[in-house]
C-alpha cells in the first residue's frame, strides 16, 4: 500500500504562483510514476502533470509552460510549481501514484481556488 498526502493548496489571485507537494510512505519502492490530477466541479478528473521515475514529464497542454513537476527526497517526494495561475485551474488537485503493476494510489486532495 502507498499513502499520498498533499499539502499547498489554497487561494490566490488570477496571474499568481502556487506550490503543491505531495509525499509518498508505505510501499514506495514499486512506484513507476506520480501525478497531479485536478477536478472541478462538474467536470471530469484530468490529468495535470506526470512524472516517471526516470524523470520523464507529462503536461497537460494548457498548463505547459506555466507548469512544472519535480520529485526529490529519494523520489518519494512530488511538486507542482503552478506559475501564472488563470481562474479555470481552479479545482480540487489530486496526487496520483502508480505503481509497476498498474495499481493507482490517490491522496485526498488539496483545494486551489483562483479569484480576484
Known amino acids: 500500500q502507498v499513502q499520498l498526502v498533499e499539502s499547498g493548496g489554497g487561494l490566490v489571485q488570477p496571474g499568481a504562483s502556487l506550490r503543491l507537494s505531495c509525499a509518498a510512505s508505505?510501499?514506495?519502492?514499486?512506484?513507476?510514476?506520480m501525478g497531479w490530477y485536478r477536478q472541478a466541479p462538474g467536470k471530469q478528473r484530468e490529468l495535470v502533470a506526470r512524472?516517471?521515475?526516470?524523470?520523464?514529464?507529462y503536461y497537460e497542454y494548457s498548463v505547459k509552460d506555466r507548469f512544472t513537476t519535480s520529485q526529490h527526497n529519494a523520489k518519494n517526494t512530488v511538486s507542482l510549481q503552478m506559475n501564472s495561475l488563470r481562474p479555470e485551474a481552479a479545482a480540487l488537485y489530486y496526487c496520483?501514484?502508480?505503481?509497476?503493476?498498474?495499481?493507482?494510489?490517490w491522496g485526498q486532495g488539496t483545494q486551489v481556488t483562483v479569484s480576484s
Open positions: 496520483n501514484a502508480v505503481n509497476l503493476t498498474d495499481d493507482n494510489y
Open positions: 508505505g510501499i514506495t519502492f514499486g512506484i513507476n510514476a
Open positions: 512524472i516517471t521515475r526516470g524523470g520523464t514529464t
